[in-house]
Every structure is written in C-alpha cells, then in structure tokens.
C-alpha cells in the first residue's frame, strides 16, 4: 500500500520539477547557459525533492529502513524513464545531450541529484524524527 502512496508524492515531485524545470528555462538558462543552468538546477531540484519528501514521508506510511529505500530506489527508476522519455521524445534532445547530463567527468552533474531522490525518504525520516 505504501508505494500507491510513494507514486502519487512522486507525482508531486515531478509537478514540483516540471515547474522548476519551466522556471530554469525562463529565468536562469538565459543568463548562464542551458548546461550550466542545469548544473545549478540540481541542487535547487535536490532541496524540493527533500522538501517534498519530508512534507509527505509520514503518509506514504514506509515505517522501516528497507520500506524507505524501497520508496527510494522506486522514485529513482520512475524519474529515470520519465527524465529519458520527456528529453528524448518531447523535447527531441540527443541521447549524447542526454548522456552528459550524467557523465560527471564533464560537469554532468544528474547523478547527484538521483542520488539525493533515492535518498530522499531516508533523509526526511531522519529529518522528522520517525
């Protein structure tokens, strides 16, 4: 029951993200670049995401450590089809484009914020004392 719960407070995530997203593309990629927007974006996107999760953790009901990162690693596997799909399909980038979103090496900077996401109930649990 509790991932019925973890999908709809990902869908809230993704609304948060999708709106961040919108306001990165307005406001930040004009005055730094679309890549370095992005490169910024991940930690902005990181503090929503464990906003988000500390605001929901107690009604997604994952009351133990594995139950956490089950919702964690399941947030993960969703957020990367969605991210792959929206890029790839919707707003036609390249999967090189895509792929250095992810490569660090290159100042790719995605990884980062995945693990947070996967973290994230973790992270709110702690942070909420449950």
């Not at 509790?2 to 948060?16: C, D, I, T």
């Not at 906003?51 to 009604?59: K, R």
């Not at 929206?86 to 980038?93: E, K, S």
């Not at 660090?104 to 992270?123: M, R, T």
Request: aromatic share 14%.
């Amino acid at each position: 029951m509790y991932l019925v719960r973890a999908l709809f407070v990902w869908l809230v995530m993704m609304g948060v993200e999708f709106t961040h997203g919108a306001l990165r593309t307005i406001f930040l990629s004009p005055r730094l670049g679309d890549f370095r927007a992005r490169q910024v974006s991940v930690f902005t996107g990181s503090l929503l995401v464990v906003l988000v999760a500390c605001l929901f953790i107690p009604w997604v009901r994952a009351q133990s450590t594995k139950s956490r990162i089950i919702v964690g690693v399941f947030w993960l596997g969703l957020t990367l089809c969605f991210e792959l799909s929206l890029g790839r399909f919707v707003f036609n980038r390249s999967w090189a484009s895509l792929a250095a979103d992810f490569n660090i090496l290159e100042g790719g900077l995605f990884p980062i914020g995945l693990i947070v996401l996967a973290l994230s109930p973790l992270i709110a649990a702690k942070m909420r004392r449950l």
